[in-house]
């Protein structure tokens, strides 16, 4: 054998078209991926390629989603080189490169008969699934773990080894519907069979909306038969009475209402209607006009603001993102009248109605546990907007230190999604506030949204009940790790293992955000000052309060964004403490920290349609603020805690001086841990 060479794809390589012709060459073991994957994934550090001497003779092929793990997507060696090394040289690069993560996981159909394969790589069967495909065929979960010895260790139960709670549901148009059933075998429906390949299984899903009825009654009637059967193959998205028509009237309206629509651009428009209408994020097409004059309308059509049409290479592509935009939109929150309700004996029947519908438990015994929460006087809480029915609703009471929540339910709604990990999030903060270290989640009919949600915060599984931890110490893992298993035996759970100092930025985050509000100050994350005027801070972080009336603790949500003038000083993951500059109503103080998750730098344009979903400001907006520079930076950061005593000028210039911090912030500046963990004392005490 010749000699064999290993490394990451940098975008722009010529090597990945070799690549993508060798994914389509093994494509029936593989599955179908869009050429636009390859480069996206070379753009975001995702793909690896194998030569010898020189040759490309395999790849690897990953995610690296915001759950800590690495999922491997393609693994693919071509038949001349196996047997010679290549897949473990492929392994052990990306071990190498993200050691940092918790592991790697795969998905595999069982008919492939590679179990021999996965394990002499290493890996190690830990869960099974089902294909896309029409056959449904099963598949098993491999898992390589990395060999952390955190908390993470103790804690991977099967939710650890879920996707990502981000799934995504896209309408399809009548003729990709008709690519994968009635005309699979046409050489032009071959393309929209990306939609069905495995690695897709719990990250897309594929729905109907009514305007495919719209469609079939201008087709010959011998034509409809199979195109019904096809659809009942995918869930049926429908709006309220009247929504259609009324997005149909608006995008009407934009297209100029004197102006003779043909056949083909009303069927067009009902299209997008029926699927703005029900709370669907994306329709699917290859229709290039129908794409094009989407964008036109979205101009004119607020409705259509977080709405996408795409073709399905397009959508697998750009999946991940796509999802957590749509998933996650505080932005619809910002402003909008959806507050925290106490709930009384009136709503019981209302709730009821909704809740029943969404959880797979009858009405009776729904009703007899509303009914023993009154008896018992839980405080019952609803998410609503004035009198409009509940979209969420919960329960919880205080029991020493552990906030008992028997009740949790979300409603059908399209910002379900957001609301579910909204929840989570009060639920996290209430029980700071009232000094809970454990939250138990009771509760057997949370249903599908709040389970995601819950697998990502994360919660942990024990018998009957989710627990999540809630650990109010700032210091070594050895400090945060005795307090951890203080919480567990509150609830009945044996210890851990201990945290070792020096933890890598990224495990160190992620085992912060399962045991927030606990700060690890022995670990490898960096910690930042970040100046920020009173306006902004008050948008973002809720300080200073708002003198007009707004839903606080919904419209913050757990994950935001800062704009700023493009600095090469921050790195992410890291810790940042916030500074609020001198204005009218506020002196200059350090108020909070938070979790610096990412830095993204690009034109406004483009950071506004990445990030819109976040909301702050809008695109003129961001215009102003870049100042006539080509770019701008975007911090998104999460996870804020607001301190009980900001930090005065004062107080800091005397804390700084035992610790050699900076004496001035025009702009962001670097700190030790033992400052961080200093000012963080103070102004929690």
Known sequence: MGVLEVDEVRPGDPVVDELVRMSKRYSRTLGMMPAGAFRDAAYQGGLIAAKIDGRPVGYALFRLPRNNQIVLSHLCVTSEARKSGVAHALVAEIRTKHSSRLGIRAKCRDDYELNPMWEALGFSARGSAVGRGKDRSPMTVWWLDHGHEDLFSFLAEPELLADEPDLLEAALDLNILMDLHTRVHAPSAQRSQVLE??????????????????????????????????????????????????????????????????SQDEGDLWQIAEAVASGIGVLLTWDGKLRERFEHLRQTVPALASFHILDPDHLVTHLDKLARAWAYQPARLQGSAYDRIRADANDESRLQASLARTSGETRSKLRDLLRKLAREEVPRWLIRAGDEPAIACYAAHLDGRVLRVPLLRTAEHELSDTI??????????????????????????????????????????????????????????????????????????????????????????????????????????????????????????????????????????????????????????????????????????????????????????????????????????????????????????????????????????????????????????????????????????
């Open 197 to 262: 390949a495995d690695h897709l299984e719990g990250r897309l899903r594929l729905v109907v909306t009514n305007a495919v009825d719209r469609e079939l009654t201008i087709r010959p009637q011998g034509q409809r038969a199979p195109i019904e059967e096809a659809a009942r193959h995918y869930p049926r998205r429908t709006a309220a009475p009247g929504e259609a028509e009324n997005v149909f009237a608006q995008l009407r309206a934009s297209t100029g209402a004197d102006k003779e629509l043909s």
């Open 420 to 685: 579910a990990r909204q929840l989570l999030w009060l639920l996290r903060r209430d029980a700071r506030d009232q000094g809970a270290h454990v939250i138990d989640v009771s509760d057997q009919h949370v249903g599908g949204i709040l389970t995601r949600a819950m697998a990502f915060d994360p919660f942990h599984h024990h018998g009957d009940h989710r627990y999540a931890w809630v650990i109010p110490v700032c210091g070594s893992g050895h400090d945060i790790s005795h307090a951890t298993n203080e919480a567990r035996r509150l609830v009945g759970m044996g210890a851990g293992p201990l945290l070792r100092s020096g933890l890598p930025p990224r495990a160190a985050a992620e085992i912060e955000r399962s045991l927030w509000p606990a700060k690890l100050i022995d670990s490898a994350l960096r910690h930042y000052v970040i100046p920020i005027q009173p306006r902004w801070s008050s948008e973002l972080l809720g300080y200073p309060l708002q003198l007009t009336a707004r839903p606080v603790e919904l419209s913050l949500g757990r994950e935001q964004v800062y704009y700023r003038a493009a600095d090469t000083k921050l790195t992410a993951p890291a810790r940042i403490l916030w500074r609020v500059s001198q204005g009218p109503r506020t002196s200059a103080e350090i108020i909070g920290t938070s979790f610096l998750d990412a830095i993204d730098a690009d034109t406004p344009t483009q950071l506004h349609s990445a990030l819109a979903h976040y909301g702050v400001i809008d695109l003129p907006g961001l215009t102003k603020l870049a100042g006539g520079k080509p770019t701008v930076q975007a911090l998104r950061f999460s996870d804020t805690e607001l301190f009980n005593r900001p930090i005065s000028n004062g107080t800091y210039h005397q804390l700084r001086e035992q610790h050699r911090g900076p004496r001035t912030f025009y702009g962001p500046q670097p700190i030790t841990p033992e400052l961080f963990a200093t000012l963080y004392r103070t102004g929690t005490a």
